[in-house]
Each structure stands twice: as structure tokens, then as C-alpha cells.
Nanobody, 122 residues
Framework: QVQLVESGGGLVQAGGSLRLSCAAS????????MGWFRQAPGKEREFVSV???????EYADSVKGRFTISRDNAENMVYLQMNSLKPEDTAVYYC????????????????WGRGTQVTVSS
């Protein structure tokens, strides 16, 4: 079992930055593909970014060039640096882990965090 706890959300003005953190416990994340998803009010949860076991990274078109995902296996942490935030980035952001990257990318993670709220004001 892997427990995931997100932090770092908050209220920020458009154009600002936030850094989300995901702390994992129970098992090392070194064997897991890690990702971030988000869900805005009234919308379905959507893919944001995924980082593979080594250097692979993928981003949703809506965040490409603004968000950066990273991982620290030694600390069992995953991060999402969000720059140039827009009001449409407002959502609850979830950290997720999966053994298979394809499953994670499809939103079928093995483990999910409870989420952290990000609100971007215009």
C-alpha cells in the first residue's frame, strides 16, 4: 500500500506560481509511475502530468510550458511546479501512483491522494 498526501495548494493571483508536493509513505515510489490530475467544479477529473520511473515526462497541452513535474525517490516525494497560473487552472489537484504508466495516464491509478485545492483569481 502507498499513502499519498498532497500539500501546497492555496489561493494565488493569475500569473503567479505554486509548488504542489506529494508525500508518499508505506512503500518506496521508486517502482511507481507518478502523476498529477485535477478536477474543477462540475467537471470530470483530468490528466495534468506524469513522470515515469526515470526521465519520461508528459504534460497535458493546457499546462505544457507552464508546469513541471519532478520526483525525489530518496525523499519519497513528487512535485508539481506551476507557473503562469490562469483562472482555468482552478481545481482540486490529486497525486496518483501506478505500476503501469499506461494505466496512470488513463486515470486508472493504483493509489490516489485526497487532493489539494488550487484557486487562481483573475
Amino acid at each position: 500500500q502507498v499513502q499519498l498526501v498532497e500539500s501546497g495548494g492555496g489561493l494565488v493571483q493569475a500569473g503567479g506560481s505554486l509548488r504542489l508536493s506529494c508525500a508518499a509513505s508505506g512503500r518506496s515510489i521508486s517502482g511507481y509511475n507518478m502523476g498529477w490530475f485535477r478536477q474543477a467544479p462540475g467537471k470530470e477529473r483530468e490528466f495534468v502530468s506524469v513522470i515515469g520511473l526515470s526521465t519520461f515526462q508528459e504534460y497535458a497541452d493546457s499546462v505544457k510550458g507552464r508546469f513541471t513535474i519532478s520526483r525525489d525517490n530518496a525523499e519519497n516525494m513528487v512535485y508539481l511546479q506551476m507557473n503562469s497560473l490562469k483562472p482555468e487552472d482552478t481545481a482540486v489537484y490529486y497525486c496518483a501512483a501506478a505500476a503501469a504508466r499506461s494505466r496512470l495516464r488513463a486515470g486508472a491509478a493504483d493509489y490516489w491522494g485526497r487532493g489539494t485545492q488550487v484557486t487562481v483569481s483573475s
